[in-house]
Nanobody, 116 residues
Framework: QVQLVESGGGLVQPGGSLRLSCAAS????????MAWYRQASGKQRELVAR????????YYPNSVKGRFTISRDNVKNTVSLQMNTLKPEDTAVYYC?????????WGQGTQVTVQS
């Protein structure tokens, strides 16, 4: 049974930081590309950052480049998203995603709210 369990979301003021974590089980983690998506209320889900099984990282919205950092720990089977200098427009449910090109799995999501 595959599980992706996110944690670390919450309420933070603009300019603050949060670190999201996703713990994976039931998959051969080292062979999976991992990603973080987000979905704001009333908007489509968008890819935020991706890290391949080989550790190559990509960041997709220009707005997060330089502020967000994705990383993975292949011993602990976790992927993290460090989010700095948060803005109100970063408010969304953040989802962990795993794929090896054959299977694809989603976490349940964690809410991030950025407001004064």
């Amino acid at each position: 049974q595959v599980q992706l369990v996110e944690s670390g979301g919450g309420l933070v003021q603009p300019g603050g930081s949060l670190r999201l974590s996703c713990a994976a089980s039931g998959i051969s983690f080292i062979y999976f590309d991992m990603a973080w998506y987000r979905q704001a209320s009333g908007k489509q889900r968008e890819l935020v950052a991706r890290i391949t099984s080989g550790g190559i990282t990509n960041y997709y919205p220009n707005s997060v480049k330089g502020r967000f950092t994705i990383s993975r720990d292949n011993v602990k089977n976790t992927v993290s998203l460090q989010m700095n200098t948060l803005k109100p427009e970063d408010t969304a449910v953040y989802y962990c995603f795993a794929t090896n090109g054959v299977g694809a799995y989603w976490g349940q999501g964690t809410q991030v709210t950025v407001q004064s």
